[in-house]
């Protein structure tokens, strides 16, 4: 791409065109600082455009539920077998427990996602126990925000139980889920995901499911696991079909719709070495993961505003640069987190509130808490 055609792509975004798949893919494979460094620019000017100079983060704690899962993805450092001596479960005092202390250190939000456990059933029936898991907490905490159970979680209930992905998020948003974290879309690519996660959803189900979710008024996250075996063709796939689904969701007048987008670059040091071996690197390159970001804000820009980095994958340093490649929130404080540290992130598993305060101001940016549907709470 000559500078004219580059510069011409960049203008056209910020002028509220929609970028081709073709012309994203070109952006990504910048090279040159210069054309690397006009990316940048048009992405923070276009995060400033749709979300303002204000850098918002959540209160929130994460919930792996338990470790046990009938699934096998190549990249996952976090998954036991029923029986294994570090496989854990947690029982409903322990639930409870870890809302309380959510709660206590001024939580709004619970994350909650787990292993696909077969045996996490009530009567015989999956869909039960999930709704106990939100009941326990919801009950004693009425006013916490439960972002819970990935696409992949929700077709596991509607699998074992034989019923229709509809019915199991109806049900669970009837129980006090709030929303529905867009995990488990890895790459949304059938030839990438027959190598990192052959076991899951295809990529039709997670849209199908996400789709579903903002019918039935239930807001969505989406995410991006990159950095592993995927090609910048089969990224920006992915970020198309992202923008297709959010598209549908706001020409159909759904009542819910994708809320943010969240880059989680790969942490490969704990993966499985046959993964290992093709990616040939344990931690996240983070000229990789910042490139892929400012692109993501310009192809995504027009119909996801939000746009976050993964403090847990780049570390905190990382993560505040991101903010200058488009993101314009950085996440939650998730006191504890199980999945990626596992999996060998640097990142740690805990931030408290100050730090992330400081991180943003010193980009010279003011701050402010949010709730998990971005509505701004006290003042900063």
Not at 127 to 140: C, N
Not at 216 to 233: D, F, K, N, W
Not at 276 to 298: E, F, K, N, Y
Not at 310 to 316: A, R
């Amino acid at each position: 791409m000559t500078n004219i055609t580059l510069d011409t792509t960049l203008e056209r975004s910020l002028l509220g065109f929609n970028i081709s798949p073709s012309e994203a893919v070109v952006l990504l494979k910048q090279t040159d600082p210069d054309a690397v460094n006009a990316i940048r620019e048009a992405a923070d000017q276009m995060r400033q455009k749709q979300a303002g100079e204000t850098v918002t983060y959540v209160i929130n704690r994460n919930i792996n539920f338990t470790n046990i899962c009938e699934q096998h993805c190549s990249f996952c450092a976090f998954r036991r077998d029923d029986g294994d001596t570090d496989a854990y479960w947690l029982d409903w005092a322990q639930i409870l427990e870890k809302s309380t202390d959510a709660v206590r250190r001024g939580a709004t939000e619970i994350c909650m996602q787990g292993g696909l456990n077969p045996q996490a059933q009530i009567n015989g029936k999956s869909l039960p126990y999930y709704i106990k898991l939100v009941e326990t907490i919801k009950q004693e905490f009425p006013q916490l925000h439960l972002h819970a159970f990935s696409p992949q979680e929700v077709q596991f209930i509607a699998r074992l139980d034989g019923i229709s992905y509809t019915e199991v998020i109806a049900a669970l948003r009837d129980a006090g889920v709030g929303s529905m974290p867009g995990t488990a879309a890895e790459v949304l690519d059938d030839e990438v995901r027959r190598v990192l996660c052959p076991e899951k959803i295809d990529t039709g189900t997670w849209l199908e499911i996400v789709s579903t979710a903002h019918k039935l008024g239930v807001p969505t996250t989406s995410t991006m696991l990159s950095g592993h075996i995927e090609t910048p063709e089969q990224q920006i796939r992915h970020l198309e079909k992202l923008r297709s689904l959010q598209q549908t969701a706001l020409e159909q007048g759904y009542p819910a719709r994708i809320t943010e987008f969240i880059l989680l670059p790969f942490v490969g040091q704990e993966a499985p070495k046959s993964l290992r071996r093709r990616v040939g690197r344990d931690q996240p390159v983070l000229a990789d993961a910042l490139l892929l970001t400012a692109v993501a804000r310009l192809f995504l820009g027009n119909c996801i505003p939000n746009h976050q980095p993964s403090w847990v994958k780049l570390g905190l340093a990382g993560a505040t640069e991101a903010l200058t490649w488009g993101c314009n929130d950085i996440g939650g404080t998730l006191m504890e987190e199980h999945i990626t540290t596992m999996a060998g992130a640097i990142g740690g598993t805990c931030m408290e509130v100050e730090t992330l305060q400081s991180a943003i101001a010193s980009l010279n940016r003011p701050y402010q808490q949010r709730n998990t549907l971005y509505e701004g709470i006290g003042n900063g």
